[in-house]
């Protein structure tokens, strides 16, 4: 029966709304539906959302009258009803993925093989790993059926587009955030790091990292080059840290690069980022190291001592031309300058990188990760609880390293 300014009473909440029935008749008209009040189509099928309009024209499968998301935590539950020409099934790979904005594949789901049973409808449905896109905009979701072979998916079947938006509650940075370099080391501050997730929902671990990317930074992949981290802990949900500053070891600036710092979060996938920010261009000019000053002339002859000019100066003979003084001194007597000290770098145990460690020259890579797998360390003697890291190798790499 047609539906009048009502929607039939046989819907089914799907993802926190409804889905309203759609007649087999309709169903190709839906492809490109938009504007359409939901109460003007009717029949027994239903659809969650507008289907694309650019499915191919010898489509293998398309989605049937239910498919839809959940997502819980790092985690999305994906499901669809399938509608396959099963003569068509040569051994295609099928998998479900979940876009937001269409830019950022958040989640995919491997399928396999399909497997005909005879009524060319299938029911699928699974879990597999949630990566959000960094920031806390809102976004469009659609969820696609592909196919391909060996894990290569390059074959769009069909594609769903969810007219509710969504957005991601997770770790940010609020506020005015700055960096500063000098040498090799690198000042952040940050006026709030908040994680406004649930009081309960405990965060993993944070960390701060800084890098130089070959792009702007849009919250999805990216590609460049490490520069710092700090490794900042847990942080309680509906709790937040409050005027941050922190100083770490830093490699040295390229010569070009997007300056991004990222905040990033410890997940059963590994680190994943949660916000980033876009630091100023101009903490990204390299500052002259110590070195290159060192290569300059301690000493500039228009200001040697009285006595050492009095040494340079040759004991001319009669015949000899005065103007050879002048022109072309003897080299003057080495004069003690004051050393400059070298800056003596130290890597924190407590929150360096496995790399940064491991560059302490005594440290190999599988002490460094033994290292920050027995933190924290109350003093430098407590080294000696982590694996490979014995007396002897603590009083050689001790001037290197610090809390």
């Not at 491997?110 to 005909?116: F, I, N, T, V």
């Not at 587009?161 to 969504?166: L, N, R, S």
Request: aromatic share 6%; proline share 7%; hydrophobic share 40%.
């Amino acid at each position: 029966m047609p539906l009048k300014g009502a929607p039939n009473k046989e819907t089914a909440p799907i993802l926190g709304r409804k889905i309203y029935p759609l007649s087999r008749e309709k169903l190709a008209e839906s492809c490109s539906y938009n504007a359409r009040s939901f109460h003007r189509i009717t029949g027994r099928l239903a659809m969650t959302i507008d289907l694309a309009n650019t499915r191919p024209n010898a489509t293998v499968a398309r989605f049937g009258n239910s498919h839809g998301y959940r997502i819980d935590g790092d985690l999305a539950h994906l499901n669809a009803e399938i509608l396959c020409d099963e003569s068509a099934l040569n051994g295609q790979e099928w998998a479900l993925q979940l876009w937001a904005n269409d830019q950022f594949k958040i989640a995919e789901l491997a399928l396999g093989l399909l497997q005909p049973n005879g009524s060319g409808l299938l029911s699928l449905s699974g879990t597999t790993a949630l990566l959000a896109p960094a920031g806390d905009g809102e976004y469009t979701l659609a969820l696609t059926l592909v196919s391909g072979s060996r894990g290569l998916f390059d074959t769009l079947e069909d594609r769903a587009a969810f007219v509710q938006t969504v957005s991601f509650v997770q770790p940010r940075l609020l506020g005015e955030v700055s960096a500063e370099f000098s040498g090799d080391e690198i000042s952040l501050q940050i006026e709030t790091i908040e994680n406004p997730r649930a009081a309960d929902n405990l965060s993993g671990t944070l960390a701060l990292e800084v890098w130089s990317l070959d792009t702007p930074y849009a919250g999805g992949d990216w590609c460049g080059q490490p520069l710092a981290s700090v490794v900042l802990g847990s942080l309680d949900g509906q709790n937040s840290w409050c005027n941050c500053s922190y100083i770490s070891h830093a490699a040295p600036l390229p010569a070009e690069g997007y300056l991004t710092l990222m905040l990033r979060e410890w997940t059963p996938a590994g680190y994943v980022t949660r916000d980033y920010r876009a630091l100023e261009e101009s903490v990204i000019e390299p500052v002259k190291p110590v070195a290159a000053e060192t290569e300059q002339p301690l000493v500039k002859p228009k200001k040697a001592p009285a006595k050492a000019e009095a040494k340079a100066q040759p004991i001319a003979k009669p015949a000899a031309p005065t103007e050879a003084v002048a022109t072309k001194p003897a080299p003057a007597e080495p004069v003690a300058a004051k050393p400059v000290e070298a800056k003596t770098t130290t890597v924190s145990v407590n929150k360096a990188s496995a790399a940064e460690l491991s560059a302490v020259k005594g440290l190999s890579d599988t002490v460094a990760k033994a290292i920050i797998a027995a933190r924290p360390y109350a003093t430098l003697d407590e080294l000696v609880k982590a694996k490979g890291m014995g007396p002897k190798l603590l009083a050689k790499v001790r001037g290197a390293l610090a809390l």
